[in-house]
Antibody, heavy 126, light 107 residues
Framework: QVQLVQSGAEVKKPGASVKVSCKTSGYTFTRYYLHWVRQAPGQGLDWMGIINPSGGSTNYAQSFQGRVTMTRDTSTSTVYMELSSLKSEDTGVYYC???????????????????WGQGTLVTVSS | EIVLTQSPATLSLSPGERATLSCRASQTISNYLAWYQQKPGQAPRLLIFDASTRATGIPARFSGSGSRTDFTLTISSLEPEDFAIYYCQHRSNWPLTFGGGTKVEIK
């Protein structure tokens, strides 16, 4: 079965960077897009961006552009999300999520999130 | 950016009652809408996609309807485990966005 297992909780100081991992299993890694979604404490869900695990292309939400980098390691079927210049407002739970759209071309596909990681709490505090 | 507005913010109902949740899009999105359920401390779970298709393993008491800009999630008879927060999400274009959520609480 599809599994997305994320790295553990992080505590960072303002201005630092954080890198969260999402290790996948149960399917062919390069055949499905992966996304990152953030949830601030007591708030709703914010889509951060998408990565094509096959070619590595990405598309980031404007609100995170310039601070977020999504990468992948095909040898370990893992995707990473790095967020830099952290502020207290970046505190929240970060989820990786996978849709069901097959990666057929280099184009990225808007989609729904059928599978989710367990979430990683990132706390930004001085 | 497409804005999804969910209403009401909170719905107070008793087990066995019918729940009707609304999601309105700021522009037409055809039927490219999904609904998720989230319980405290858990990741969201996909319930409905393409406005009316139930995801794998989702009970028949959950149904979705609507198209273009107005969508509805209906829970025909609330079970104790259905009290949660529900979000809608579109896939019409970039960026993907979510609604602000509707909390279904026990009356």
């Amino acid at each position: 079965q599809v599994q997305l297992v994320q790295s553990g909780a992080e505590v960072k100081k303002p201005g630092a960077s954080v890198k969260v991992s999402c290790k996948t299993s149960g399917y062919t890694f390069t055949r499905y897009y992966l996304h990152w979604v953030r949830q601030a404490p007591g708030q709703g869900l914010d889509w951060m961006g998408i990565i094509n695990p096959s070619g590595g292309s990405t598309n980031y939400a404007q609100s995170f552009q310039g601070r977020v980098t999504m990468t992948r390691d095909t040898s370990t079927s893992t995707v990473y999300m790095e967020l830099s210049s952290l502020k207290s407002e970046d505190t929240g739970v970060y989820y990786c999520a996978r849709g069901n759209s097959l990666v057929l071309t280099p184009m990225l596909a808007p989609e729904y999130f059928h599978h989710w990681g367990q979430g990683t709490l990132v706390t930004v505090s001085s | 950016e497409i804005v999804l507005t969910q209403s009401p913010a909170t719905l107070s109902l008793s087990p066995g009652e019918r729940a009707t949740l609304s999601c309105r899009a700021s522009q037409t999105i055809s039927n490219y809408l999904a609904w998720y359920q989230q319980k405290p401390g858990q990741a969201p779970r996909l319930l409905i996609f393409d406005a009316s298709t139930r995801a794998t393993g989702i009970p028949a008491r959950f149904s979705g309807s609507g198209s273009r800009t107005d969508f509805t999630l209906t829970i025909s008879s609330l079970e104790p485990e259905d009290f949660a927060i529900y979000y809608c999400q579109h896939r019409s274009n970039w960026p993907l966005t979510f609604g602000g959520g509707t909390k279904v609480e026990i009356k």
